[in-house]
């Protein structure tokens, strides 16, 4: 499968190509910055925003990655669901049908268990609420887009080699364990290429 990621410089970005590649998957990195994406794929220069350019890139490609996350200083409380709307329009112009992206658990509570919904969740829903805002309309975007998306929602991100069996719920938060490695996040978004059963559905993972 040739599959685009975006965001492919970044921590979640190159974790899901090294397991892409590892998959057998034909991979095409978008980046700001070439020469920050892996050298053993193809590279795309884009900014996330530019849907002339991202179009360029999804020519010819049978499924979308997005790894798009929050960089530390930058003040664009936006970049998600900007992001978002020029991959669905670059999209649609390409005719692919078939999208994951990488969201976040935080702004969610669907079956959250007692200490996240009443402790946790309320504190971040405070400190990141601009952040959580631009994840959730990123979300809607996606799920209004008539296409096969998929939203991958991560726990607290941290560093470290992820467990092949990670932990994940459809829909659903998964109860009593918090953290996710950028590791699991990118090899959940390529999972989710052959998990038919996933499209249309929010799956929550972590560790």
Request: charge should be neutral; avoid cysteine; hydrophobic fraction near 45%.
């Amino acid at each position: 499968m040739r599959v685009v990621i975006i965001g492919a410089s970044g921590r979640s970005g190159r974790r899901a190509i090294a397991h892409a590649l590892a998959a057998g998957h034909e991979v095409v990195s978008v980046a700001r910055t070439p020469s920050s994406a892996p050298e053993s794929t193809e590279v795309a220069r884009a900014d996330a925003r530019d849907v002339d350019a991202l179009t360029g890139a999804m020519t010819g490609a049978d499924a979308v990655i997005s790894t798009l996350g929050f960089v530390k200083g930058d003040a664009n409380a936006r970049i998600l669901r900007e992001g978002m709307a020029a991959t669905l329009e670059a999209m649609h112009r390409t005719g692919i049908r078939r999208l994951i992206a990488i969201s976040a658990g935080a702004p969610y509570v669907a079956g959250d268990d007692p200490l996240a919904r009443f402790v946790a969740k309320p504190i971040l829903q405070r400190v990141l609420r601009a952040n959580n805002e631009d994840t959730m309309a990123m979300d809607a975007a996606m799920a209004a887009s008539g296409l096969d998306w998929t939203s991958i929602r991560p726990g607290r991100l941290v560093q470290g080699t992820g467990a092949v069996d990670y932990r994940r719920r459809v829909d659903l938060s998964v109860r009593w364990h918090y953290s996710t490695t950028f590791d699991t996040v990118g090899r959940a978004a390529v999972d989710a290429l052959t998990h038919p059963d996933w499209i249309g559905h929010a799956v929550y993972i972590t560790e």
